[in-house]
């Protein structure tokens, strides 16, 4: 049974930052990538970044929203995801969820989700 829980989320003043946590449980095989995504109220969800989690991987890649901003990795042993935020902007604004995918880093392949944390930004 595999258990996605984020958490980190909150309210921060624009420039400020934040980091997201996802602790992963029971998604130990084919655990080929994981991955941050946003929702905004009235807005479709969006892939944020995402991370090549597979062995020998490692190779990341971001929404242009977010490139230069933001930074995701990932630690192999403790199976946790991480999302540095910094500087935040008002448009951050939003629910974010962690995703893990068994299939490949196509962000329709993500079939594995949290259930989400806030991140409000003024």
Same mark, same amino acid.
């Given at each position: 049974?595999?258990?996605?829980?984020e958490?980190?989320?909150?309210?921060? @003043?624009?420039?400020?930052?934040?980091?997201?946590?996802?602790?992963?449980?029971?998604?130990?095989?084919?655990?080929n990538c994981?991955?941050?995504?946003r @929702?905004?109220?009235?807005?479709?969800?969006?892939?944020?970044?995402?991370?090549y989690?597979?062995?020998?991987?490692?190779?990341?890649?971001?929404a242009?929203?977010?490139?230069?901003?933001f930074?995701?990795s990932?630690?192999?042993?403790?199976?946790?995801l991480?999302? @540095?935020?910094?500087?935040?902007?008002?448009?951050?604004?939003?629910?974010?969820?962690?995703?893990?995918?068994?299939?490949?880093?196509?962000?329709?392949?993500?079939?594995?989700?949290?259930?989400?944390?806030q991140?409000?930004?003024?």
């Amino acid at each position: 049974h595999v258990q996605l829980v984020e958490s980190g989320g909150g309210s921060v @003043q624009a420039g400020g930052s934040l980091r997201l946590s996802c602790a992963a449980s029971g998604y130990t095989y084919n655990r080929n990538c994981m991955a941050w995504f946003r @929702q905004a109220p009235g807005k479709e969800r969006e892939g944020v970044a995402r991370i090549y989690t597979a062995s020998g991987g490692g190779s990341t890649d971001y929404a242009d929203s977010v490139k230069g901003r933001f930074t995701i990795s990932h630690d192999n042993v403790k199976n946790t995801l991480f999302l @540095q935020m910094d500087p935040l902007k008002p448009e951050d604004t939003a629910m974010y969820y962690c995703a893990g995918s068994t299939l490949s880093c196509l962000w329709g392949d993500f079939g594995y989700w949290g259930q989400g944390t806030q991140v409000t930004v003024s």
